[in-house]
């Protein structure tokens, strides 16, 4: 052993030595941060963060709401305890505030819709999840993102199985109007009514098993996946076989008018016993047999496969152990007031007391106690008593079973012991104490923590190996049993010490010091070769420590730990900026056919299309998974979504982090935000000098958007000296590259032009291949240049036709520029022209449906004629519409509270906003058809059935009809 002055001038050299490795000598571990989703951005370091609930390197879920990022939830959460304002009454309308739904359940990064209400999410092995959501006006199971169609209000108990996948759980009959019945539900097949259900237990075979009072005959049954078997006055102790395909409990039954007990096998019911021992239906480990404890006649016995064995006046019951071959069958059996280990049967020799024990088998099939005679204890091995002590402790063997080993312990003192490890027959020296006995996968090497005094130490096969810790936390052997890793404290420091081949490596090649002492494990890889842990740097940060390299720091780390890979890597869970992430060793492959790059694809495809459907929140979460992979794309759409706060609360620091990442890698759209992000001070001063480089660098490299900025930057002189000439021949380069916005600056450029002659002609081409891709502001200018005669003969009809055409897909511009040329009086603007012929409008009043903000609405019919129809069609024509924000300025305002009065007015009417026009047009795609003039959009139920040409006959119609009634 090292002497305290060797220890201390070790641990002088080494902590220098560990300092520099840390602060500078240290060489970064590569690694791949796959992200798991947001995290609470306000959590003290001492959060409990298993409320996230992992399987190291397969899934992750919790619960978590985007409105209030600085939340955590909890395992279980219901509606916002606040109570709902009063409702707001419109004449006989009523307008429930009610609860939005807030709260979502992330998986594996990805969040679920929202839901009002939702219980804490299971996972499971093979990707499964699970979780209880309130959608559709209930309860759901959802089973990996799917709802069940079993809807229930409330539920109580819950069980999810890891190996299974099984989430099962108790709820109320929704029949049952007394209330008194409950129904057990798994995975969403729904069980019967039952009066009572208890002892739900899954085996590892996925069978679900209960026992229930069923209101039919107010019996009690085991239901084995909902079915119900043979009815008992009462049922218990349910116990699956290990391979979960048998089953065995007691049964209270009545036999000859006589109550009685029985075991029931397999649904067969065995010979009647008097009583059974608690907790000892045992099968054995292949599942061929079993046995159990019970009283007959007085007497106790374990019955065997249905056969009694011999009798005694007790036995300990829950300790009934097999053999592995399942054939032999041992316990322990008291007789006279003194205690047998029984074996097959038969009773070994008397003892004053034989510790209880749940393996009496070693995976040989020698039989082992530790048996009392007298004050002095012994080890028991097949019969053949070891050396006595006065108490024994940890005795087990190795995993074969051919090697033995066990702490004697002696009293020498007053309060004082000392202890000694016996292996193999033989005994160590003696220490204080011991602790943590282990042995090698293989067997074949014994390691335990040696106490002397306030110093701690490994011994290794007999011999001290790992010496003059204060505390040694954990320790571990390698797989291959040839290496032997601890960790600990020495002098207010942690250390991780590495002892390999049967010698210690020299200390100061594999000392860490760390400022903070962390009781966490030590991995090695399958193969033994690598050696990975977390670990607190000088920062008070976590690092991943594999081989001596530390990775770059995080923020916390769940107690999960770490799992290590078969290609030698680590991965775990970690925390940085609010995000978890799973932390793997080894950098990221660049091959396009890698599982990296495969993920990373498959995550922007999956990003785009929600984004394509209107999903923001899941489209950001599939682009942030493929960004940690490198994806340039994908961290392009990051920032971009991070700057402008697009389906993520807004971030311009995170945004210009993750678009300096995709133009580093040379993304066209990456690099020209580069220069927007510059240009606009997103997270940054403005700098129009670096703006101008990022567009320039972009251009370059080929962008259209690149090009078009530099376009912009030349035509107003941002970062560059104005020149209109310049401009144009980037805007021309970009608009022949398909940029439409391009291309209507360079109609823009020669429509306005003060550095070289005007060109009409030319600003209409290029507006006209603009308008041509959707380009609303050329559209608009078209009928600009058509009305004013610019370059062509004017035309009121054509201006008015493009102006149309604008107005129809939102330019607020085209839809000035007609009220422009309609007659200058007040019956002639704003909704007064619906009203001229008012006796042929009808009038309703309506709330604004599920999922969207309460609004209260006025709204009118109008019959449409239809081209080769000879009935007209009957739209609606939305008005008067009230925001959230007005309605509780209304509450406020009222005389009585809450109540708003309507005289449906043509001063109460009026357009909607270009807010409320986007969100009805994007949420009634099928029924709402956009017009020229206020309210500038007309739905009605039957517009999704018509064809396009159709539609447009309606759209003129109604336009037409606006203007002609502004004319009177």
Known sequence: MLTCGRVARSLAFTLLFATHLLGQGADELSVVEEYFGPLPTKISSTFDLSRVKTLPGANAAYLFRYDAPEKFLEYRTLMESDDPPPPLISEDIVVHYGFKPTVRVVINGVPTEPYIAAAAPYVGRHH?????????????????????????????????????????????????????????????????????????????????????????????????????????????????????QRYMHAAATKLNGREQLVIVVDGKEQPPIDSIRNGSLTFSPDSQHFAYAAKLDGKWRVIVDGTPQAAFDDIQGRFIDFANEGVRVAYIAQQDDKFHLVVDGKPGPAFDEVERRDNLFAPDGRTLAVVKQGTQWSVLCDGEPARPFDEIRHAFFNSDGTRLAYVGVNKIAEKKTVSRVVIDGRPDPEFDAVDRMTFSADGKRFAYVAISGEQQSIILDGQPALEGFDQIHTYRFSPDGKRLAARGARGGNEWVELHNEYKTQHAHDEFLAFSRLLPLGLHFSPDSKHLGYWALDANEQYVLVVDRQLSKPYDRVLPDGLEATENGAFHGFAVRDGELLLVTSGSIDKDPNSRHQILAKAAWDEGVRHEGNGDLLQAFAY?????????????????????????????EAQGLLWTRRSAEQGHLRGTANMGNIYKNGFGVPVDLNEAFKWYKQSAELGSPVGAHRMGEAYLYGTGVARDEKAALQWFLQAARQGNSDAMHMAGHTYHYADQFPRDYRQAMSWYQKAAEVGNTYSMNNIGNLARDGLGFRANQDVAKQWFRKAARLGSEGARDNLQKLLPAKRNSRGMYPWFIKAKNVGRSTTTGGPGHDPRISLEFNLDVPLPNREQPTSVSIPAYVFTTAELVELQKSTPKAGRVKLDRSVEQFRPLTQEQWTELKESLPDVAIPIAYPPYLVIGPQLSKMPAGTKLAIQDYLDSYYEREAQK
């Open 128 to 244: 499964s999840t699970s979780y209880l959501a309130y959608k559709d006006g209930g309860v759901r199971m959802f089973l990996n993102g799917q709802p069940g169609e079993v809807r229930f209000p409330s539920y109580t108990n819950s069980l999810f199985h890891n190996r299974t996948g099984v989430y099962a759980i108790i709820v109320p009959d929704k029949d049952d109007k007394s209330g008194k019945l409950k129904r057990l539900i798994y995975n969403d097949r729904e069980g019967p009514p039952c009066v009572e259900i208890h002892d739900l237990v899954v085996s590892n075979f996925g069978t679900v098993g209960y026992i229930a009072t069923l209101p039919t005959d107010n019996k009690q049954h085991l239901l084995l996946n909902h079915k119900p078997g043979n009815p008992y006055n009462g049922i218990g102790q349910l116990t699956f076989s290990p391979d979960g």
């Open 623 to 651: 682009f942030r998974k493929g960004a940690a992979f490198g994806n340039a794309d994908c961290q392009y759409a990051v920032g971009r979504m991070f700057v402008l706060g697009q389906g993520i609360a807004k971030n």
